[in-house]
């Protein structure tokens, strides 16, 4: 499985970005989980999803303001974020995993794509 992300830019605190990931290849694992890292600190869980029924979790800091979502028949999985703020500034990753570790912990994805990077003014 490869992992494709986009959509990551500038823009203003309370502005919207639409975060995608293209998956391909054979073998998808369960659950895709988007995370973000910033520069010295430990990767952090944003959001997951579950391929086959679409459920999903959000970390606190972006429950209620972000959504993810995925399309089986494009092999793509979306992450709406609204009302940003500038402590969302970070390289998000999204990853596939099995959740063997649980679903919110970066070691249960294996399978991590090119981070983009989102920038949030103030």
């Known amino acids: 499985v490869q992992l494709q992300a986009s959509g990551g830019g500038l823009v203003q605190a309370g502005g919207s970005l639409r975060l995608s990931c293209a998956a391909s290849?054979?073998?998808?694992?369960?659950?895709m989980g988007w995370f973000r890292q910033i520069t010295g600190k430990d990767r952090e869980f944003v959001a997951h999803?579950?391929?086959?029924?679409?459920?999903?979790s959000y970390a606190d800091s972006s429950e209620g303001r972000f959504t993810i979502s995925r399309d089986n028949a494009k092999n793509t999985v979306s992450l709406q974020m609204n009302s940003l703020k500038p402590e969302d500034t970070a390289v998000y990753y999204c990853?596939?995993?099995?959740?063997?570790?649980?679903?919110?912990?970066?070691?249960?994805?294996?399978?991590w794509g090119r981070g983009t990077l989102v920038t949030v003014s103030s």
């Open positions: 290849g054979r073998t998808f694992r369960s659950y």
């Open positions: 990853a596939s995993g099995s959740g063997r570790f649980g679903i919110r912990e970066w070691r249960s994805y294996d399978i």
């Open positions: 999803i579950r391929w086959s029924d679409g459920s999903s």
